[in-house]
Each structure stands twice: as C-alpha cells, then as structure tokens.
C-alpha cells in the first residue's frame, strides 16, 4: 500500500528538519530534499562534471567533490548561475523523492505515512505530488537567528510565507519552544492517522 505522501516546507530556519524528526519519531518515513542536494554534490559523478563545466574548476575541491561554499557564494550573486544549479539539480532530486516513495509503497512493512522535506515546493510547483501540505513559518528576525548566513538573497523571490499557508493543509508559526511544534506535529499526526482509518 502506497503511504500517504505528505509535504514539508517552510523558508530557511523556520524549522523544517526539526518538524521532520518530530514525524519520524511518530512512526512516518521521512526524506530530506536537502540532503539529497548534499548527496549528488558528494557522490553524483555527472552532477560534478555539469558543475565543473559551467562553473570552473574552482568550484571542485581536490577529493573531487563539489565546494559548496564556493559554488554558494557563486550562484547568489548571479541569479542565471542560480537557475542553472536548480535545472542541474531538481530533477534529479525529484527523481529521488520519486524513488522513495515507491520504495515504500513496495515494502510490506511501509508505514502509512511519509513525510518528505521540500524547500521549494511552491516555487517548483511541486504540490501536486503531495497529498497533503504542512508549512512552517517563523518570523523573518527569527529565522536570521536561526540559519545565520543561510538566509540569502533567494529569499527575494520566493513565495510568501503568507502564500504559502494559504495553499498548504496544516500551518505553524514556529516562534515559540520545541514542546510547541512538537505539540503541531502530534496534531497533524492524530489527524492524518483517523483521515486514513476513516478511508479504510
């Protein structure tokens, strides 16, 4: 039986990977989308070789693995090297979260619920994948406490958390304590086990 296939999404520092341990506590399959990102950066030998190609070779470290710094300071400032590293990289992301999800739904032994981590959900017009939508939004101060030098100048054309909480199923302001967005998660996730036991 394939999981029901939730999407986790919020700007940097609101408190996605959090949220997403808080799920897969409570029993979901989880993935990062940003940790597959850091995959095909490390290991995707087609990857590197697209971004040495674009790049230089500045932006490959002596073990053969992509810089991130480097390639990060390259692509912010530029927002047509920015789009080039996205057309490199989502579909390749996407295919994996694709994989996943039809792992799971060929284990026996797959929960009834997975909880996937898309920063970018929106802006890739990835919703529809999803069969439901959770959001996490913090204060634009917050966030900067939180992620630092994270916050960047994608933040400029992103989706509005405003916009996003419209479109999206469940919805939490994480300016508060972890008991707090633990509480959200256990919530979402009492009303996401009787919504699939009433379809039973």
């Known amino acids: ?35 597959i990102v850091h995959e095909l950066l490390r290991c995707d030998v087609e990857v590197s070789a697209r971004l040495e190609e674009h790049f230089g070779s500045q932006v490959v470290t002596s073990s053969g693995e992509i810089d991130r710094a480097v390639l990060g300071r390259q692509v912010f400032k530029h927002s047509d090297d920015l ?37 970018l959900l929106y802006e890739v017009r990835g919703e529809g ?13 917050l966030r900067r406490t939180r992620a630092g030098s994270r916050i960047d100048e994608r933040e400029e054309r992103l989706i509005s958390d405003a916009e996003k909480s419209r479109r999206a199923d469940f919805v939490f302001q994480n300016d508060g304590s972890l008991d707090e967005l633990e509480g959200f998660v256990v919530d979402v996730w009492r009303q996401l086990i009787t919504e699939l036991e009433e379809k039973e």
């Open 83 to 119: 789009y080039y590293l996205e057309s490199v990289l989502h579909p390749r992301v996407i295919r994996e979260q694709r994989r996943f999800r039809e792992q799971l739904a060929a284990s026996p032994e797959a929960p009834a619920i997975c909880v996937i981590e898309v920063p």
């Open 1 to 35: 039986m394939r999981p029901l296939a939730v999407a986790l999404t919020g700007g940097v520092g609101a408190g996605k990977s959090e949220a997403l341990r808080l799920f897969g506590d409570l029993g979901a399959a989880t993935l990062s989308s940003d940790e």
């Open 129 to 141: 994948r999803f069969d439901k939508v959770v959001v996490i939004t913090a204060t634009p101060e």
